[in-house]
T-cell receptor, first 112, second 115 residues
Framework: GENVEQHPSTLSVQEGDSAVIKCTYS??????FPWYKQELGKRPQLIID?????GEKKDQRIAVTLNKTAKHFSLHITETQPEDSAVYFC???????????FGPGTRLSVLP | DTAVSQTPKYLVTQMGNDKSIKCEQN?????MYWYKQDSKKFLKIMFS???????INETVPNRFSPKSPDKAHLNLHINSLELGDSAVYFC??????????????FGEGSWLTVV
């Protein structure tokens, strides 16, 4: 089955700096890669996603890049703000149900 | 107007008890899920269910059973609770709009503590 790894597990950056979180996946048939943000005590919420036929997608300060050949994808957050502090999860999927696999999460701390 | 709602939000119970967590989605989605998030924040799928099939993660003990009275509801019943069952349980739902496009929307979570 699919296996998703995520690095780093924790990341601290100064406010205004950029943050990058990387994920790798094992199943070459996976073709959908969402990112979720989970603030303390709250539910994971979708922040951006990318399909396998696209190499990069951007939404204001966040962007995701995908390298299908290498089977890795990354989340980029620019001009970080304290409210970006949260746990971020990547996921990979090729179908619903058991094939939707989350990475172990990255705890991002943005220091003022 | 919550899209995926689950109750209770907090539950403290003794070992050996049986408990249920209810989930309802008003998004008209076809598929619903239960995820378990442990103290290390790992999100592990337990079940996925639509009107066609129930898929069970093989690592889930059979003390856990999903029950779906209709498409909009997927309840989680847990028998003989153990200390290790303490976690946050998230209900979620998704709609397969096209192949592989089925973003998952989570409920607010149910914090289960077994003492």
């Amino acid at each position: 089955g699919e296996n998703v790894e995520q690095h780093p597990s924790t990341l601290s950056v100064q406010e205004g700096d950029s943050a990058v979180i990387k994920c790798t996946y094992s199943d070459s048939a996976s073709n959908y890669f969402p990112w979720y943000k989970q603030e303390l005590g709250k539910r994971p919420q979708l922040i951006i996603d990318i399909r396998s036929n696209v190499g990069e997608k951007k939404d204001q300060r966040i962007a995701v890049t995908l390298n299908k050949t290498a089977k890795h994808f990354s989340l980029h957050i620019t001009e970080t703000q304290p409210e970006d502090s949260a746990v971020y999860f990547c996921a990979a999927s090729k179908n619903y149900g058991q094939n939707f696999v989350f990475g172990p999460g990255t705890r991002l701390s943005v220091l003022p | 107007d919550t899209a995926v709602s689950q109750t209770p939000k907090y539950l403290v119970t003794q070992m050996g008890n049986d408990k249920s967590i209810k989930c309802e989605q008003n998004l008209g989605h076809d598929t619903m899920y239960w995820y378990k998030q442990d103290s290390k924040k790992f999100l592990k799928i337990m079940f996925s269910y639509n009107n066609k099939e129930l898929i069970i993660n093989e690592t889930v003990p059979n003390r856990f059973s999903p029950k779906s009275p209709d498409k909009a509801h997927l309840n989680l019943h847990i028998n003989s609770l153990e200390l290790g069952d303490s976690a946050v349980y998230f209900c979620a739902s998704s709609q397969e709009l096209s192949r592989a496009l089925h973003t998952i929307y989570f409920g607010e979570g149910s914090w289960l503590t077994v003492v």
